[in-house]
C-alpha cells in the first residue's frame, strides 16, 4: 500500500514538472498572449504585436533559435480580467503553449498568474508597470517595461523642479488607471506637492465632457492623464474645448501613433514618459536592427514607439531562449535569466536575479514638438 501510494505520488509530481514545459518540441517553440486587440486600447496592442512578430519571424527566417521556430499565438480579451484568463486557461489546455508573452493590463495580469503558477508556466514580458506585480514576486513572471513608480517620479521630480504647484490627475476607473493614481499619489507625496484634484471617470461610458469640466474648476497647471489609447486622447479633446490649458504629462502606456493621429497639431507640448530609448538614436544597437528589419520589410513602414516596444520585449525574450541552449524547459530558462543579472542593448539594459525580475528602469521625459516628434 506505502508502495503503491509512493508511486502515485511519484506520478503526480513528475505530470507537475513537466507540466510547465509542454509546447516546446524539436522544431517549435510555442508562445500565447491574451491582449485587448478590440476597443480603445486595442489599436496600441496591435503595434505591440506587430514589432514581437517582425523579430520572431527574423529569428525564425534564420533558422530559429537552436533550430526550433517560434510561433506566437494572441487571443483578444477586450481589456476584460475574465475573457484574460479564458484566454490564458484555452492557450495553455489547448495551444499548449510553452510560455505566456506580452500579454497586457494590470487587471488582467493578476487574474491569471494563479493559473499560471497552478501550470508553472511562464509569463514574459507582461504590458504592465504596476508595482503591486513587482513588489510580490513571482518566480514565474519575468518584467521587462520600468514601472510606473518610476514613471511617476520623474514627473512629479520634473513638475517641482520647474515650479509648477498645481498638478491633477485624470484616470478611469479600471485596474490601469487605479494602478496609475496609487503610483501618482505616492510620488506627489515623496515631492510634497499635493494634488490639487482627482478625476475619476467610468471606465465603459466615460463622460468625458463632465471630467473637463472638473478639471477646468481645479484649475490645475499640469494634469497627469492615467490612462491610454483613445480615452487618453477624447479626455484631452474634451479639456481643449474649455477655458483650462494645462500641460498634458502622459505614461508610456500612451502610444505617441495614436496621439499624433487623433490631435493632430494639438498634440503639441504633451509630456510622455518614455520606458523604451528613442528611435532616432541610431547609436543603439536595438534600435538599429528593428529600423533595419522594418525597412527590409516594408521600405514605406513608418516607425512606431508601441512597435518597438514589442520588438524589445521579444528581443530580450530571444536572448533569453539563447542563452538558455537547446535543453530548454521552464526551471531551466529561470535559472539562465536569473543568472545573466544584466543584459544590455546599449543604453537599454534590464536586470535579473533570484531576488528581483522587475527587469528595466529605464525611463525618460520627452515631449511632443511642432513635427508630432518626441524631444528628450
Known amino acids: 500500500m506505502n508502495c503503491r501510494w509512493f508511486l502515485v505520488c511519484l506520478l503526480m509530481w513528475v505530470a507537475a514538472a513537466q507540466a510547465g514545459d509542454q509546447g516546446v518540441t524539436p522544431s517549435e517553440i510555442r508562445l500565447g498572449s491574451s491582449q485587448v486587440l478590440s476597443g480603445p486600447l486595442g489599436p496600441q496592442t496591435v503595434q505591440y504585436g506587430e514589432g514581437a512578430r517582425l523579430l520572431f519571424d527574423s529569428v525564425n527566417a534564420a533558422g530559429g533559435i537552436h533550430g526550433r521556430k517560434i510561433t506566437f499565438t494572441s487571443l483578444d480579451d477586450g481589456f476584460d480580467p475574465k475573457r484574460a484568463e479564458e484566454n490564458t486557461r484555452k492557450l495553455l489546455n489547448e495551444q499548449k503553449v510553452f510560455m505566456m508573452f506580452n500579454s497586457t493590463g494590470t487587471a488582467q495580469t493578476a487574474a491569471v498568474l494563479p493559473l499560471l503558477k497552478e501550470a508553472r508556466t ?19 513572471v519575468f518584467h ?27 484616470y478611469p476607473d479600471d485596474g490601469l488607471g487605479k494602478a496609475l493614481l496609487a503610483e501618482v499619489r505616492k510620488a506627489s507625496e515623496a515631492e510634497g506637492l499635493p494634488l490639487v484634484a482627482e478625476v475619476k471617470a467610468d471606465a465603459a461610458s466615460p463622460d468625458m465632457a463632465a471630467a473637463a469640466a472638473a ?27 474649455t477655458n483650462s490649458h494645462p500641460v498634458f504629462y502622459g505614461f508610456s502606456v500612451a502610444s505617441l501613433d495614436l496621439i499624433k493621429r487623433e490631435l493632430n497639431d494639438k498634440a503639441r507640448g504633451i509630456v510622455l514618459a518614455q520606458i523604451m530609448p528613442s528611435l532616432r538614436n541610431t547609436t543603439i544597437p536595438v534600435v538599429v536592427e528593428y529600423l533595419k528589419l522594418l525597412k ?11 512597435q518597438f516596444e514589442g520588438f524589445v520585449h521579444a528581443r530580450l525574450l530571444v536572448e533569453g531562449l539563447r542563452r538558455t541552449g537547446r535543453d530548454l524547459s521552464t526551471d531551466s530558462f529561470i535559472q539562465t535569466m536569473e543568472n545573466a543579472r544584466e543584459i544590455a542593448f546599449g543604453r537599454f539594459t534590464a536586470q535579473y536575479s533570484p531576488q528581483s525580475h522587475n527587469g528595466s528602469s529605464y525611463v ?7 513635427r508630432g516628434r518626441l524631444r528628450y
Open 364 to 370: 525618460e521625459l520627452a515631449i511632443i514638438d511642432a
Open 215 to 241: 478639471i477646468a474648476e481645479a484649475k490645475p497647471q499640469a494634469v497627469i492623464v492615467g490612462t491610454a489609447g483613445l480615452t487618453f486622447t477624447n479626455f484631452i479633446k474634451a479639456v481643449q474645448d
Open 296 to 306: 527590409a520589410r516594408s521600405p514605406k513602414a513608418v516607425p512606431s514607439a508601441s
Open 144 to 170: 521587462v517595461r520600468a514601472s510606473y513608480a518610476i514613471e511617476s517620479a520623474h514627473m512629479l521630480s520634473q513638475l517641482k523642479r520647474i515650479g509648477v504647484k498645481r498638478v491633477a490627475i485624470f
Open 122 to 140: 511562464i509569463l514574459f514580458g507582461p504590458v504592465t508597470g504596476a508595482s503591486g506585480l513587482r513588489e510580490n514576486f513571482n518566480p514565474y
